[in-house]
């Protein structure tokens, strides 16, 4: 499985699904982050050093490693992804090949599901979809995550059209972060008390 890769240039300004994930979750994270450049200390703080163990075991197991039950027929796996177009980066736990001729993306999580998929998990996948659409030239209609607490149970993520659009939006905001624009704070105050920025965030 050949990618068509975009030409990267190593200088121009990237973003990762890891910052739209942070930024989904509140954007003043964003704003203290990259904008000010007030350091995080994120390898403190233990569901990031777990994260980070699951994603290394992983590119070390299972190679060869199929999964039918989603119609794989073949796959790559640590694969690193760049948009050119709209300004992305990433590197996926796997890109699947589909037999009907589509492709998706399959990412761990070091997490539980509780019958709930978090938006920025869903944000995460719909640019990696983008990504390998522009990489590989083939339609990405899905994606898959595989929760680590519970079982490796595999969920299916429909990506549409919509989807795209809407992620692209948010990046567009993103950007106007990074060039100094204070977002509002999060409303669900429950996601303030583990912040790192909480003494300096005005509300």
């Known amino acids: 499985m050949k990618s068509s890769q975009s030409f ?62 989603i119609g794989s027929c073949g796959k790559e796996i640590n694969v690193n992804l760049a948009s ?20 998706a993306p399959l990412d761990y999580k070091y997490a539980l599901y509780n019958e709930k998929l978090y938006q920025t998990y869903r944000n995460q996948l719909v640019m990696y979809a983008i990504m390998i ?35 692209l939006s948010d990046i567009e905001e993103y950007k106007r972060v990074l060039n100094g624009y204070y977002p509002k704070a999060t409303s669900q105050k429950s996601k303030c008390l583990d912040c790192c920025y909480k003494n300096i965030c005005a509300g």
């Open 8 to 69: 990267f240039n190593e200088y121009d300004i990237y973003i990762t699904p890891s910052d739209i994930i942070e930024f989904m979750y509140c954007k003043r994270f964003t704003y203290f982050m990259k904008c000010l450049g007030i350091e995080q200390h994120e390898e403190k703080r233990f569901k990031v050093l777990m994260g980070r163990e699951v994603h290394e075991k992983r590119g070390r197991q299972n190679l060869d490693y199929l999964r039918k039950k």
């Open 84 to 103: 050119t177009k709209f300004g992305m980066r990433g590197k996926v736990d796997e890109v699947h090949i589909l037999n009907d001729g589509t492709m």
């Open 133 to 167: 659409e522009e990489t590989y030239k083939k339609d990405v209609k899905r994606g898959f995550l595989v929760y680590c607490r519970e079982g490796n149970r595999l969920i299916q993520v429909d990506i549409s059209e919509v989807d795209k659009t809407k992620t």
